[in-house]
Protein backbone atom coordinates (compact mmCIF):
# COMPACT_ATOMS: atom_id res chain seq x y z
CA UNK A 1 0.00 0.00 0.00
CA UNK A 2 1.15 3.52 -0.52
CA UNK A 3 2.52 5.32 2.05
CA UNK A 4 0.68 8.67 2.93
CA UNK A 5 2.18 11.76 3.53
CA UNK A 6 1.61 15.32 2.73
CA UNK A 7 -2.03 16.74 1.32
CA UNK A 8 -2.86 12.69 0.44
CA UNK A 9 -2.42 12.66 3.95
CA UNK A 10 -4.38 15.45 5.30
CA UNK A 11 -6.83 14.52 2.93
CA UNK A 12 -7.78 10.56 4.49
CA UNK A 13 -7.27 12.57 7.73
CA UNK A 14 -10.05 15.12 6.67
CA UNK A 15 -11.89 12.05 5.66
CA UNK A 16 -12.05 10.03 9.04
CA UNK A 17 -12.20 13.58 11.34
CA UNK A 18 -15.53 13.67 9.68
CA UNK A 19 -16.66 10.47 10.69
CA UNK A 20 -15.25 11.29 13.62
CA UNK A 21 -16.64 14.58 15.04
CA UNK A 22 -19.57 15.70 12.87
CA UNK A 23 -19.88 18.57 14.98
CA UNK A 24 -16.49 19.89 14.49
CA UNK A 25 -15.60 20.25 17.92
CA UNK A 26 -12.04 19.41 17.28
CA UNK A 27 -9.58 16.34 18.02
CA UNK A 28 -6.59 15.50 19.25
CA UNK A 29 -3.65 14.31 16.82
CA UNK A 30 -3.68 10.95 18.53
CA UNK A 31 -7.32 10.65 17.55
CA UNK A 32 -7.01 11.94 13.78
CA UNK A 33 -3.70 8.77 13.79
CA UNK A 34 -5.58 5.93 15.59
CA UNK A 35 -8.30 6.42 13.05
CA UNK A 36 -6.10 6.65 9.60
CA UNK A 37 -3.81 3.73 10.66
CA UNK A 38 -7.57 2.16 11.01
CA UNK A 39 -8.90 2.57 7.92
CA UNK A 40 -6.05 0.62 6.41
CA UNK A 41 -3.54 3.42 4.92
CA UNK A 42 -0.23 3.74 6.13
CA UNK A 43 2.13 7.01 6.79
CA UNK A 44 5.18 7.55 5.49
CA UNK A 45 8.18 7.90 8.30
CA UNK A 46 7.41 8.88 11.83
CA UNK A 47 3.70 8.31 12.21
CA UNK A 48 2.78 11.33 14.42
CA UNK A 49 5.70 14.21 12.74
CA UNK A 50 4.15 13.43 9.26
CA UNK A 51 0.90 13.86 10.20
CA UNK A 52 1.10 17.00 11.91
CA UNK A 53 3.43 18.56 9.00
CA UNK A 54 0.68 17.17 7.12
CA UNK A 55 -2.74 19.03 8.97
CA UNK A 56 -0.31 22.23 9.60
CA UNK A 57 0.19 22.31 5.68
CA UNK A 58 -3.37 21.69 4.80
CA UNK A 59 -4.93 25.12 5.67
CA UNK A 60 -7.64 24.53 3.45
CA UNK A 61 -8.46 21.20 5.37
CA UNK A 62 -7.84 21.72 8.91
CA UNK A 63 -8.04 24.05 11.43
CA UNK A 64 -5.49 24.16 14.70
CA UNK A 65 -8.02 24.90 17.82
CA UNK A 66 -5.70 24.07 20.55
CA UNK A 67 -2.41 22.46 21.26
CA UNK A 68 -2.46 19.00 18.92
CA UNK A 69 -6.14 19.35 18.40
CA UNK A 70 -7.45 19.93 14.92
CA UNK A 71 -10.81 21.18 13.35
CA UNK A 72 -11.96 19.59 10.07
CA UNK A 73 -13.05 21.80 7.58
CA UNK A 74 -15.25 21.77 4.71
CA UNK A 75 -13.52 21.96 1.39
CA UNK A 76 -14.63 22.68 -2.22
CA UNK A 77 -12.90 20.77 -5.35
CA UNK A 78 -11.50 23.12 -7.27
CA UNK A 79 -11.44 23.23 -10.58
CA UNK A 80 -8.87 24.51 -13.17
CA UNK A 81 -6.23 24.22 -14.95
CA UNK A 82 -3.58 21.18 -14.16
CA UNK A 83 -0.46 19.30 -15.78
CA UNK A 84 -0.01 20.40 -19.32
CA UNK A 85 -2.47 22.97 -19.61
CA UNK A 86 -1.29 24.46 -16.84
CA UNK A 87 2.21 24.48 -18.28
CA UNK A 88 1.01 26.06 -21.39
CA UNK A 89 -0.69 29.10 -19.60
CA UNK A 90 2.90 29.19 -17.67
CA UNK A 91 4.80 29.80 -20.30
CA UNK A 92 2.54 32.49 -22.40
CA UNK A 93 2.36 34.08 -19.28
CA UNK A 94 5.98 34.08 -17.83
CA UNK A 95 7.20 35.20 -21.67
CA UNK A 96 4.33 38.01 -21.36
CA UNK A 97 5.67 39.32 -18.62
CA UNK A 98 9.08 38.28 -18.09
CA UNK A 99 9.98 38.94 -21.84
CA UNK A 100 13.92 39.69 -20.98
CA UNK A 101 14.23 36.61 -19.39
CA UNK A 102 15.33 37.40 -15.81
CA UNK A 103 13.48 35.34 -14.02
CA UNK A 104 9.68 35.49 -12.41
CA UNK A 105 8.99 34.46 -8.79
CA UNK A 106 6.67 31.56 -8.92
CA UNK A 107 3.76 33.30 -7.13
CA UNK A 108 3.77 36.28 -9.23
CA UNK A 109 3.41 34.27 -12.40
CA UNK A 110 0.35 32.61 -10.75
CA UNK A 111 -0.91 35.76 -9.59
CA UNK A 112 -0.89 36.98 -13.17
CA UNK A 113 -2.45 33.24 -14.47
CA UNK A 114 -5.43 34.18 -12.19
CA UNK A 115 -5.72 37.68 -13.25
CA UNK A 116 -5.46 36.58 -16.85
CA UNK A 117 -8.71 34.55 -15.24
CA UNK A 118 -7.72 31.06 -15.15
CA UNK A 119 -8.28 29.27 -12.13
CA UNK A 120 -5.19 26.85 -11.11
CA UNK A 121 -6.74 23.45 -9.48
CA UNK A 122 -6.39 22.68 -6.08
CA UNK A 123 -6.53 23.73 -2.55
CA UNK A 124 -3.14 25.37 -3.22
CA UNK A 125 -2.65 26.81 -6.45
CA UNK A 126 1.12 28.32 -5.63
CA UNK A 127 1.95 24.53 -4.74
CA UNK A 128 0.72 23.14 -8.04
CA UNK A 129 1.83 25.76 -10.14
CA UNK A 130 5.34 25.74 -7.78
CA UNK A 131 5.52 21.85 -9.11
CA UNK A 132 4.70 21.80 -12.31
CA UNK A 133 7.52 24.33 -13.22
CA UNK A 134 10.24 21.97 -11.51
CA UNK A 135 9.02 19.12 -13.25
CA UNK A 136 9.05 21.12 -16.67
CA UNK A 137 12.98 21.23 -17.32
CA UNK A 138 12.67 21.62 -21.05
CA UNK A 139 10.08 24.45 -20.61
CA UNK A 140 11.57 26.11 -16.84
CA UNK A 141 14.64 27.02 -15.82
CA UNK A 142 14.93 26.60 -11.66
CA UNK A 143 16.51 29.90 -10.25
CA UNK A 144 16.42 29.11 -7.06
CA UNK A 145 14.27 30.51 -3.95
CA UNK A 146 11.32 30.27 -6.44
CA UNK A 147 12.18 32.04 -9.42
CA UNK A 148 11.96 30.57 -13.03
CA UNK A 149 13.30 31.31 -16.58
CA UNK A 150 11.30 30.61 -19.12
CA UNK A 151 13.62 29.00 -21.69
Known amino acids: MLELYGDKLA???QDEARKLDPERK???ISVIEAA???SGHTIRGDDRV???????GAHHRFDRVGTGTWVW???ESIEGLTASALLDEAYLTAKRIDPERHGVHYEVLKDAIVTDGARIA???PGNTLFTVLKGAKQWFEALGD??????
Open 11 to 13: SVA
Open 26 to 28: GLH
Open 36 to 38: VLA
Open 50 to 56: TLGSALN
Open 73 to 75: KET
Open 122 to 124: GGR
Open 146 to 151: GFFRWR
